[in-house]
């Protein structure tokens, strides 16, 4: 079979494959949005940091878990599984956010966040399975466009459906309505994860990671003779890290400074997520297995700009530009998926076929980790700090970083002609 006959004869099982990520992350996204203003607009906005921590906390602690499943069993038998669980955690949630019962809904925020520790290796060690490895990043790069679009249904239709009064009912009807979409579309992502493709386990009958996070922690050290995976799965943190804390900063930031609405702020951060699926597009024109790291240092630098001068139009006028505004987080946002979608190829095109799962699971603990840290950042940023300001510093940041990863590349580039 040739390239192009393997290309198309993946096509069927890769749209399934798409499906499934889709509606798990709309949910996601849809829920999380729908909770972060309803906490933001009852003057609990510590309550986003609390929530990202919980989000990330499974993360830290089964990551490890995560990977050896996917190495262990067939990926499809694992995606049906984790969806099942996400039905549940939809459940849970579905009735938090009626009641406002926000032990529910952080309950919630957890399930979640273990089902996506459990499914992402498994869902992104198929990838190279089906594809050839020069196609990989054009694959991830489709991948993130879809699951782009669902991340911005997500968060511009939380906005405007908590604003919608249809029907006068007892509970406010956009929280109902918000509460009967997760489920609906839960009960969808267990449907369609029956079609992703099946095939054998890789991994053989490897040892149970009873371990957990030390596991994770000696997986990542064992990457230190790969010095170039090991500096892509710090880049791949970097972005998560500060782009969980753009979105943070940019509710408060609507909610808060701006005295924006909730459908407006949720714009703002749609505005950013559109910039990913550009930049997503265009790294995918860009990006070659010989080319791809050359983007790293222009991305982390262009995001930090653009965020600096979000924040910088906020501070200095009195009516800053709505327009202006999203146009400098989409070039925030364009510049991030310029950056992330070259370092979620390498890291999952250069392990070996019976590791993937536990290099990419190692990769999501770190990653979380950061987002871990990001929460308990923002928590202490929005106390400190005006949000405007916050995303000033958050653009210095990474300015800052692209000179680090600048340096890096030099180095390894020197020292291993990589």
């Not at 069993?73 to 599984?81: D, E, L, M, N, S």
Request: net charge positive.
């Amino acid at each position: 079979m040739d390239r192009q006959e393997e290309i198309r004869s993946a096509r069927k099982k890769f749209i399934a494959m798409a499906v499934t990520y889709f509606l798990g992350v709309f949910n996601d996204n849809f829920f999380k949005q729908a909770v972060l203003l309803l906490a933001v607009s009852a003057g609990m906005s510590g309550l986003q940091g609390r929530a990202t921590e919980l989000f990330s906390l499974p993360f830290i602690l089964f990551s490890a878990w995560g990977g050896w499943l996917a190495d262990r069993f067939a990926k499809k038998h694992v995606v049906i599984g984790v969806k099942f669980l996400e039905l549940a955690a939809m459940l849970i949630g579905a009735w938090g956010i009626i009641t406002l019962n926000w032990t529910c809904v952080l309950t919630m925020v957890f399930l979640m966040a273990l089902q996506s520790t459990l499914f992402g290796p498994a869902l992104n060690g198929s990838i190279p399975e089906l594809y050839p490895a020069d196609y990989v990043t054009t694959a991830n790069s489709i991948l993130k466009l879809v699951t782009t679009l669902a991340i911005l249904l997500g968060m511009a239709l939380a906005g405007f459906v908590l604003d919608l009064h249809l029907l006068p009912t007892r509970v406010p009807f956009g929280q109902l309505l918000v509460a009967g979409i997760v489920i609906v579309v839960a009960l969808g992502g267990v449907a369609a994860s029956f079609g992703v493709p099946h095939r054998p386990a890789s991994g053989g009958r490897i040892p149970f990671p009873w371990t957990g996070p030390l596991r994770s922690i000696r997986d990542l050290m064992d990457l230190r003779g790969d010095r170039l995976l090991l500096l892509t799965i710090f880049c791949d943190g970097f972005f998560y890290f500060i782009s969980l804390l753009a979105v943070l900063v940019i509710n408060t930031l609507g909610l808060s400074e701006l005295g924006l609405s909730k459908s407006a702020t949720s714009i703002l951060s749609v505005s950013l997520m559109i910039g990913v699926c550009l930049g997503a597009f265009v790294a995918s024109r860009l990006t070659d297995d010989s080319r791809w790291s050359h983007v790293l240092v222009p991305g982390a630098a262009g995001m930090g700009l653009c965020m600096a001068g979000a924040g910088l139009l906020v501070t200095v006028s009195a009516e800053p530009s709505f327009a202006l505004l999203l146009l400098l987080l989409t070039g925030a946002g364009g510049f991030g998926g310029l950056f992330l979608i070259p370092v979620t190829s390498f890291i999952q095109i250069r392990p070996a076929a019976d590791s993937k799962g536990r290099i990419i699971a190692a990769s999501n603990f770190f990653s979380f980790a950061a987002m871990w840290g990001s929460g308990r950042l923002f928590t202490i940023m929005d106390r400190a700090l005006a949000p405007s300001a916050s995303m000033m510093v958050l653009g210095g940041t990474c300015v800052a970083a692209a000179a680090v990863i600048g340096l890096q590349l030099h180095r390894i580039v020197k020292g291993q002609q990589v």
